[in-house]
């Protein structure tokens, strides 16, 4: 209403009657050269695909359905271990350790004609104890040929792999509650990916993604979204999202670093506009439409 300066230390440009007949909405004349000065920028609102692409990082990590405990079916001693160490690599079919256990023991000298007196059903019922034990089958044919009573019951790997956990040294004595050894298998891993909160509805399982580790950095490995977390980390409001890689060459090693670009599916023809032109204020998003 009269000449001067504004809060802001602008000077007031007059405004005359009739010269802006505009009545939807508020209307503010800037000088050009003020504009110039401020370095204002103006962009045409467009319409177009809205990419959806969600870059964060994450860890490898075993592929859980890979993952082998073993656990004796009996108590006993470990008389010979022939996995020294965690890290070690064993193949399907390689022996473990060998246990000697009474109750095994017994089983085995049961399973005899003699024992049995010749009767097929108390043989059967023998043969079954055993595999219930966890005896091998080779261990159980070979005594039904020689009737040779083994005093040590050996163990062997249903699958290869590294030994990821390792929790018995010779000469111990395990029951059925201890877990004697993990085998992890290398060949496919798990990569543990992290998406915030507000990215989380732009992701579904099947969707391509990339991954890049500091030890290799130029190889992009290439995946799919395998599995989503059904809940949010409290602290760091995250979805989990799990990507699977194959593994062949085992380069990949689990808490291993990486960074993700999950491709996620674009808005379809949608009202769009940079990003710095929106004004944010309490509960609004503004923009300043140039007449």
Do not use: C
């Not at 809205?50 to 490898?60: A, C, E």
């Not at 193949?91 to 009474?102: A, H, M, N, T, V």
């Not at 391509?208 to 809940?231: C, E, H, R, W």
């Amino acid at each position: 209403d009269k000449p001067g300066k504004s809060p802001m230390g602008m000077d007031l440009i007059p405004v005359y009657e009739g010269e802006d007949n505009d009545t939807s909405g508020p209307v503010v004349k800037i000088d050009p050269e003020v504009v110039n000065n401020l370095g204002v920028r103006t962009e045409p609102v467009t319409r177009s695909d809205l990419s959806r692409t969600i870059n964060t990082v994450g860890y490898l990590d075993y592929d859980e359905t890979l993952i082998t405990h073993i656990h004796p079916r009996t108590e006993g001693w470990i008389e010979k271990l022939l996995v020294r160490a965690e890290g070690d690599h064993v193949g399907k079919g390689e022996l473990l350790f060998e246990l000697y256990s009474p109750p095994l023991v017994n089983a085995q000298e049961e399973f005899s004609p003699q024992r049995s007196g010749g009767n097929k059903r108390l043989m059967a019922a023998s043969r079954e104890r055993l595999m219930a034990l966890d005896i091998p089958d080779s261990q159980i044919a070979r005594l039904e040929k020689d009737r040779n009573v083994s005093q040590y019951i050996n163990f062997f790997a249903n699958q290869s792999g590294v030994i990821s956990a390792l929790n018995v040294r010779e000469g111990m004595y395990i029951t059925p509650m201890t877990d004697v050894m993990t085998i992890a298998n290398l060949d496919q891993v798990w990569l543990l990916a992290e998406v915030f909160e507000r990215q989380a509805d732009w992701v579904s399982i099947g969707l391509n993604a990339d991954a890049t580790l500091p030890s290799m950095p130029s190889q992009v490995l290439k995946g799919k979204v395998d599995f989503i977390y059904p809940d949010l980390d409290a602290k760091t409001r995250t979805l989990r999202v799990r990507l699977k890689f194959e593994n062949p060459e085992r380069k990949l090693m689990p808490k291993m670093y990486a960074h993700v670009t999950i491709h996620g599916e674009p808005k379809m023809d949608v009202l769009n506009v940079p990003r710095e032109a929106l004004i944010r204020e309490g509960g609004e998003e503004r923009v300043i439409l140039a007449l």
